[in-house]
């Protein structure tokens, strides 16, 4: 039976980890309508009082991560006066770190989000990602954390930008039929090598679907079945040849797909950010 509920999401930072915990735990209920209401950046009770007034005109549930007491106090004392249902979704990693630790919390919001060095780093993974997109700067290759190879629109860049974000200096490289791969990436002994292979199935409909966007309609080798399956096989063997893990992406998200990546790279003993 279909549902809808409104979700209230206060945060007194930028709200990504609000977000993320909002939409894994959407995902588990099939059937039901999330109609999600964010307000990040909440500092202030005026800020707050806003809120509130939202919460009032479409109650549903309410998640929040607000690190200062009084602000806290104030919006739980509210939801509890109309009757909504509360979570501040960092209680429990907070509370079981305080007890480790034997320290007490700093209440300071959006202390994740600091310009510190492991920021910097993030920036830094970042600019060099995009130098290495799509096979580019080859001769700084070997500087790169994890290189990302495989047939066009198998999802390496994506990948790459996301890994980056995670701190990592994440380049991809294409295969393309017909062309050898680049001495550069053969010789680079640096970076962890990762296939990237997809179905031939899925490949055409990406593909097909790429070429609708940019307003071509004339059918070539690039996604005609037999030789894009020809085109898997041969970058599977490949990786093969080489050693190299892959992964197949055919029904993997980008974020899977990196988290895979990320095990490969903790496997190896790769200190990650």
């Known amino acids: 039976m279909n549902k809808t509920y409104h979700l209230h999401l206060v945060s007194d930072a930028t709200g990504e980890t609000l977000n993320t915990i ?18 990040a950046l909440v500092r202030s009770s005026r800020q707050l009082q806003r809120v509130i007034d939202h919460i009032r005109e479409e109650p549903g549930l309410v998640y929040f991560t607000l690190v200062n007491p009084e602000l806290r106090r104030e919006l739980e004392a ?14 429990a990693p907070i509370a079981t770190m305080r007890q480790y630790l034997g320290t007490a919390e700093t209440h300071k919001p959006g202390a994740q989000h600091e310009v510190d060095q ?3 780093q993030r920036m830094e993974a970042l600019n060099y990602t995009i130098t290495h997109d799509d096979g580019q700067a080859l001769e700084t290759l070997d500087q790169a954390q994890v290189v990302l190879v495989g047939a066009s629109r198998t999802s390496k ?25 680049p ?55 490949l990786f093969e040849t080489h050693n190299w893990p892959a992964i197949d992406v055919s029904r993997r998200s980008v974020e899977e797909t990196a988290a895979a990546v990320l095990n490969l790279l903790t496997e190896r003993g790769e200190e990650l950010l």
């Not at 090598?193 to 997809?198: E, F, M, P």
């Not at 309609?217 to 041969?234: F, H, I, Q």
Request: charged share 20%.
């Open 118 to 120: 492991r920021y910097l």
């Open 78 to 91: 509210h939801c509890a006066s109309i009757g909504v249902p509360f979570l501040a979704v960092l209680d």
């Open 157 to 181: 860049t994506p990948t790459c930008v996301y890994l980056a974000i995670r701190g990592l200096r994440a380049a991809n490289v294409p295969i393309v039929p017909g062309l050898i791969l």
């Open 183 to 237: 001495p550069q990436l053969l010789a680079a002994k640096g970076p962890l090598v990762v296939g990237l292979w997809t179905s031939p199935d899925r490949l055409v409909q990406v593909r097909r679907n790429r070429l609708n966007t940019l307003g071509e309609v004339r059918d070539t080798s690039y996604v005609d079945l037999e030789a894009v399956r020809a085109e898997v096989t041969a970058t599977r063997k």
């Open 22 to 39: 909002a939409k894994a735990a959407s995902a588990q209920f099939e059937g039901v309508d999330v109609q999600e209401h964010f307000y």
